[in-house]
């Protein structure tokens, strides 16, 4: 059986992370499994990057016209959109490869265009790492858009939703394909949708490497706590940075608390408290490293799917507080792992990671967020369920 991933990047960013982890996983069990990439970062000689230097110099100019053409769309909405309007000729090198399945994972950026993924000749599975696939041109849709499910009508004279969702519907409608949602709650919204409704969805989480991301022992009853924060870019406003900053104004004036930030990733944030930074992380043992530091892990997302970087420190029992949001609920589970707070209410989450911090409560969470990530996130046995999926899918 021949698999192939598909995704922008292999090692840069939390779908590419989730992808070349299944795709080594696969390869460790005997399985032959290959990645194509638009751009390759790692020295991987199993991932292939499919544009030459020239040809990734025509995609970054689509790139940029693609997001002149979704500005009217941007400017009114935050999330990131994309067209995917704009054939890339990759298809061809796909089925060239002769795959038994092609996994489907992150294929923006101009990678490969909707009327394109009509024209894979393998069988599809689609590994969802946000709503993209089954929404129009937005990545993340807001609270009470319900557009995914009913269709996209005509709501501006550039609707660039519309037009991509169109798309879709039109190179899509004969396109039969299974879908992986990596958390329960995109799984439903998929299964909501106009178009993935009635697919063959199962949720399969997102798998890391136990042994890499490890407890170590810290010291626990220091005065001066650490709290760590990451994303790939800090000031995302998605990751609710706004509402992270009151919430550790209010952790240092109501409760008193003395901490340190440890900031993880691009970019500067919450100058006002004492804080260093590690910057951007490439090799995982020097991220477990990182969430090995602190005492807890804040993810503040107001949209995410199932968050890397949750699972990560949960397996290096670092407990955690987020909003319940998304599919974070999948990871964090209320008091027993850490602290789940309101969606986007900055002091129940100041008092969750409080809750955390206390001495009593943070031993036995720490314990059972390792207990968690390994009976949920064990990279062993996600490959096994994807093997079976994939096994299910050429025998039919």
């Known amino acids: 059986m021949r698999i192939l991933h598909i995704n922008y990047y292999d090692i840069q960013g939390g779908a590419a992370k989730a992808a070349y982890r299944l795709h080594r996983g696969l390869l460790e069990t005997g399985q032959d499994s290959g990645m194509f ?17 020239s040809r990734l110099q025509s995609l970054h100019i689509t790139q940029r016209l693609e997001v002149m053409l979704a500005y009217w769309a ?13 054939n890339s000729g990759i298809v061809s090198q796909i089925n060239s490869f002769e795959p038994d399945i092609v996994n489907l994972h992150w294929i923006n950026g101009c990678m490969v265009s909707n009327k394109e993924i ?24 807001f609270s009470g858009d319900e557009r995914y499910r009913n269709g996209y009508g005509k709501s501006s004279f550039w609707d660039v939703n519309r037009l991509v969702w169109s798309q879709k519907i039109k190179y899509w409608k004969n396109l039969d394909f299974s879908v992986v949602a990596p958390s329960s709650w995109i799984g439903k919204e998929a299964a909501a949708s106009r178009i993935m409704s009635g697919k063959n969805i199962q949720v399969i989480h997102n798998g890391i490497d136990l042994n890499t991301f490890s407890p170590q022992t810290k010291e626990n009853n220091r005065q001066r706590k650490t709290i760590a924060f990451g994303a790939f870019d800090l000031s995302d406003w998605n990751k609710g940075g706004r509402e992270l900053l009151q919430a550790l104004r209010i952790l240092r004036d109501k409760h008193k608390r003395e901490f340190e930030l440890l900031l993880i990733g ?44 949750l699972v990560e420190a949960s397996a290096c029992g670092t407990p955690l507080a987020a ?44 314990s059972t967020a390792r207990k968690s990530a390994e009976k949920k996130f064990d990279i062993n046995n996600i490959v096994s369920k994807y093997i079976n999926l994939y096994k299910s899918i050429t025998s039919e």
């Not at 919450?270 to 490439?282: C, H, K, L, W, Y």
Request: hydrophobic share 35%.
């Open 74 to 86: 941007r400017k009114h909405h935050n999330f990131h959109h994309s067209l995917n309007c704009f």
């Open 266 to 309: 691009n970019g500067k944030f919450g100058a006002e408290f004492q804080n260093r930074s590690t910057g951007f992380i490439v090799a995982d043992k020097d991220l477990a490293k990182a969430y090995q530091q602190a005492d807890v892990f804040v993810l503040a997302s107001k949209y995410d799917n199932l968050p890397n970087m």
């Open 323 to 366: 909003f319940n949001t998304g599919g974070i609920p999948d990871i964090v589970e209320h008091r027993e792992n850490g602290y789940l707070a309101e969606a986007f209410n900055s002091e129940d989450l100041a008092d969750g990671i409080n809750y955390i911090l206390d001495d009593k409560n943070h031993s036995r969470l720490a």
């Open 118 to 141: 009509a024209q894979i000749n393998a069988p599809i599975i689609w590994t969802l790492h946000d709503n993209w696939a089954y929404s129009g041109a937005e990545h993340y849709h």
């Open 37 to 53: 990439v638009a751009e390759k970062k790692s020295n991987d000689n199993s991932v292939q990057q499919l544009f030459s230097k």
